[in-house]
């Protein structure tokens, strides 16, 4: 939900894998899913709720902890005026963008598996050399575990953000161009 200052960041997702330990505790190591949905996203178009379906994979009951998305070599690109720059994203089309998750999931329930994007931290210049790299901060949480906060700031004339804080951990998001905010994962 993070915007960060780019007009749109889309990367390709070309393979998605599973690290996960079932009830006996034995690890299967990584699984692939069962049907994916490659293709290029924005994923500044995926906030305030608005989500995509990436693939889908069905496990017995135990936990999940790691998901790797396998990014592909083209199609990865930033946008921070109206010209595109390639996106760097080094070692994700062999070895994968790695997000930790620490979930477990329990028999005959349906999780949704959310990754939220932070572009904001993600998304980083290369020095002065006018080249983007992908060094995501991706949270990743289990939907059927969280809650959630909903609400609307205004005006609505400028981005704003909401933050909630708990002790000294806290999570936040912007303000879309409606003034629509949502946290996931609480």
């Given at each position: 939900?993070?915007?960060?200052?780019?007009?749109?960041?889309?990367?390709?997702?070309?393979?998605?894998?599973?690290?996960?330990?079932?009830?006996?505790?034995?690890?299967?190591?990584?699984?692939?899913?069962?049907?994916?949905?490659?293709?290029?996203?924005?994923?500044?178009?995926?906030?305030?709720?608005?989500?995509?379906?990436?693939?889908?994979?069905?496990?017995?009951?135990?936990?999940?902890?790691?998901?790797?998305?396998?990014?592909?070599?083209?199609?990865?690109?930033?946008?921070?005026?109206?010209?595109?720059?390639?996106?760097?994203?080094?070692?994700?089309?062999?070895?994968?963008?790695?997000?930790?998750?620490?979930?477990?999931?329990?028999?005959?329930?349906t999780y949704d598996i959310v990754l939220d994007f932070d572009a904001g931290k993600s998304v980083v210049q290369a020095g002065k050399s006018g080249k983007y790299n992908?060094?995501?901060?991706?949270?990743?949480?289990?939907?059927?575990?969280?809650?959630?906060?909903?609400?609307?700031?205004?005006?609505?004339?400028?981005?704003?953000?909401?933050?909630?804080?708990?002790?000294?951990?806290?999570?936040?998001?912007?303000?879309?161009?409606?003034?629509?905010?949502?946290?996931?994962?609480?």
């Open positions: 939900d993070a915007r960060g200052d780019y007009k749109a960041v889309y990367i390709e997702v070309v393979d998605i894998e599973v690290n996960y330990t079932d009830i006996n505790n034995t690890n299967p190591g990584w699984v692939k899913m069962d049907s994916i949905y490659p293709g290029v996203y924005d994923l500044l178009k995926l906030s305030n709720g608005l989500d995509t379906l990436l693939g889908s994979l069905d496990l017995p009951a135990g936990r999940m902890n790691q998901i790797r998305l396998i990014l592909g070599d083209r199609n990865s690109v930033v946008l921070k005026t109206l010209d595109s720059i390639t996106l760097s994203t080094p070692s994700a089309q062999q070895s994968g963008l790695k997000i930790s998750l620490k979930d477990s999931i329990k028999a005959g329930i992908l060094n995501p901060v991706i949270r990743a949480y289990a939907a059927a575990n969280s809650g959630a906060i909903k609400g609307n700031v205004l005006p609505n004339s400028v981005i704003t953000a909401a933050v909630a804080v708990k002790g000294t951990d806290s999570i936040g998001t912007y303000t879309n161009t409606n003034g629509d905010f949502l946290i996931q994962g609480l």
